[in-house]
């Protein structure tokens, strides 16, 4: 009797400590967490997080390995990064957002908000400067016409609404400028147009 009691005992003690082990090796075996860094939120407050953790928190990320003093003596504003049809809006400063990867960066101002749909140009605004002049026409015009490169978004190109980028938004966005014609139109560009389909040609660019 007595031998079986050690013997339960001794299995117990083995299976207990194989718990411990699978536990901690659990533990230490996800280390996929990404770059840590300072992430300032509010006026007063300070994490060291990882970038998304700390967005989720809607706090500023400073990048990795920077330091919580820094907080509150950056300026931040909405950094908008395209890689092909993904755009993503982080809230951080001019020098870190544009070493960040993506096939269009473009910091969107010092008083912009990621939360305020920072990174949504509006319609005609098709060089994502924040207005929509004589600029965006000449681009729209390269872009078409010359092989230069695409709109940050291309919905916001379709001026007139037709379903195509073309001539007609052209003559439509100097209208709508310089002979009070209507104003750009952009369905691409609206929420509650779910059936609408912008149409996209390929250019020959040589």
Request: hydrophobic share 35%; aromatic share 10%; proline share 4%.
């Amino acid at each position: 009797m007595q031998m079986k009691n050690h013997n339960s005992v001794l299995i117990t003690s083995v299976l207990l400590v194989g718990l411990l082990l699978i536990s901690t090796t659990a533990l230490y075996a996800d280390d996929t967490r990404g770059p840590i860094g300072a992430c300032c939120i509010g006026q007063d407050q300070c994490l060291y997080l990882e970038e998304d953790e700390c967005l989720m928190l809607e706090g500023f990320w400073l990048g990795e390995d920077s330091n919580c003093d820094d907080c509150g003596t950056e300026d931040y504003g909405a950094c908008c990064i395209k890689s092909y049809s993904n755009i993503t809006c982080l809230m951080t400063t001019p020098e870190i957002c544009y070493t960040q990867l993506g096939k269009w960066i473009v910091f969107n101002g010092y008083d912009t908000d990621c939360q305020e749909g920072g990174c949504i140009p509006d319609c005609g605004d098709v060089d994502f400067s924040g207005h929509v002049n004589i600029l965006d026409v000449i681009f729209l015009l390269d872009y078409r016409y010359k092989c230069s490169i695409a709109p940050f978004m291309a919905e916001t190109a379709d001026v007139d609404g037709s379903g195509y980028i073309n001539i007609l938004d052209v003559i439509y966005l100097i209208v709508s400028l310089y002979r009070d014609g209507p104003d750009p139109i952009c369905p691409g560009l609206q929420p509650t147009r779910g059936d609408y389909q912008l149409i996209t040609t390929t250019r020959d660019c040589k």
